[in-house]
């Protein structure tokens, strides 16, 4: 069974930085496409940034040149390095999970909050 833990949400000022990790376990780590999503107050969650296996990146428009996701596949663990935050990007950080073949379903974390004072 695969389990994703979220760490590094916190208060900071609009401009600091963040680190965000998520700790995968369950099953091997290599085959899967890892996701950070954003849920915000009253608001859908929404994909923030995405890492595949072969560490291939893509980010939201919002997020180009402030965030950086990477993959450090020894440590079964991603990370989401904020740079410049903005109050728009407080809510709650999830990590999401899904394997290549997707015969498996999606799996979540818990979710770590992260919130951006002005």
């Known amino acids: 069974q695969v389990q994703l833990v979220e760490s590094g949400g916190g208060l900071v000022q609009a401009g600091g930085s963040l680190r965000l990790s998520c700790r995968f376990s369950?099953?091997?780590?290599?085959?899967?496409?890892i996701n950070w999503y954003q849920q915000a107050p009253g608001k859908q969650r929404e994909v923030v940034a995405t890492?595949?296996?072969?560490?291939?990146?893509t980010y939201a428009d919002s997020r180009k040149g402030r965030f950086t996701i990477s993959r450090d596949n020894s440590k079964s663990t991603v990370y989401l390095q904020m740079n410049t935050l903005k109050p728009e990007d407080s809510g709650v950080y999830y990590c999401?999970?899904?394997?290549?073949?997707?015969?498996?379903?999606?799996?979540w974390g818990q979710g770590t909050q992260v919130t951006v004072s002005s």
């Open positions: 999401n999970a899904y394997h290549l073949s997707r015969h498996e379903p999606d799996y």
């Open positions: 369950g099953t091997p780590f290599a085959m899967y496409v």
């Open positions: 890492v595949t296996p072969g560490s291939s990146t």
